[in-house]
């Protein structure tokens, strides 16, 4: 949903089904479920010479506690993750990790700034008018030890 009303945003981008299936690499049935629930929740709106139009600047999910819907939110970005380390091209991503012995107690911290640090890439890397595509930041943060 939110890669789908990422591209929408792009200016000249096609709004059709079958055009937004080809670009994010997914099923056409995907794309048309999608936009319709997105018009359901009054995230998109349509009209015949505008296309798909968000209804709201952005989005935000509550990232208070996990649920179904996020948890696979999160697995499927991390599998698109996969797929672009394993297929795209070094110089049109970046893939990296970081090891840091600390306290549980730092989570909530961490947690804040990664927030910080996503908002402040989006307010100064976001164009509509000159995008080519959409891009995912995703990062985690997880105890790796037992």
Same mark, same amino acid.
């Given at each position: 949903?939110?890669?789908?009303?990422? /591209?929408? $945003?792009? !200016?000249?981008?096609?709004?059709?089904?079958?055009?937004?299936?080809k670009r994010l690499g997914i099923h056409v049935e995907q794309v048309r479920d999608s936009l319709?629930?997105?018009?359901?929740l009054d995230l998109i709106?349509?009209?015949?010479?505008?296309?798909?139009?968000?209804?709201?600047q952005g989005v935000r999910i509550n990232n208070k506690n996990s649920s179904r819907?996020?948890?696979?939110?999160?697995?499927?970005? /991390?599998? $698109?993750? !996969?797929?672009a380390i394993l297929?795209?091209?070094?110089d049109e991503r970046v893939a990296s990790a970081i090891f840091?012995?600390?306290?549980?107690?730092?989570v909530a911290q961490v947690r804040k700034e990664i927030t910080d640090f996503r908002r402040q890439l989006a307010k100064k890397y976001c164009d509509v008018d000159t995008a080519e595509g959409v891009y995912c930041l995703s990062a985690?943060?997880?105890?790796?030890t037992t």
């Open positions: 949903n939110l890669a789908i009303l990422s /591209l929408i $945003k792009i !200016k000249n981008e096609s709004h059709q089904p079958e055009a937004l299936a319709e629930r997105m018009k359901r709106t349509w009209s015949e010479s505008d296309g798909y139009r968000a209804s709201h819907g996020g948890i696979q939110f999160n697995l499927q970005v /991390l599998e $698109k993750c !996969k797929i297929e795209q091209k070094f840091i012995p600390a306290k549980a107690a730092i985690q943060f997880f105890k790796l």
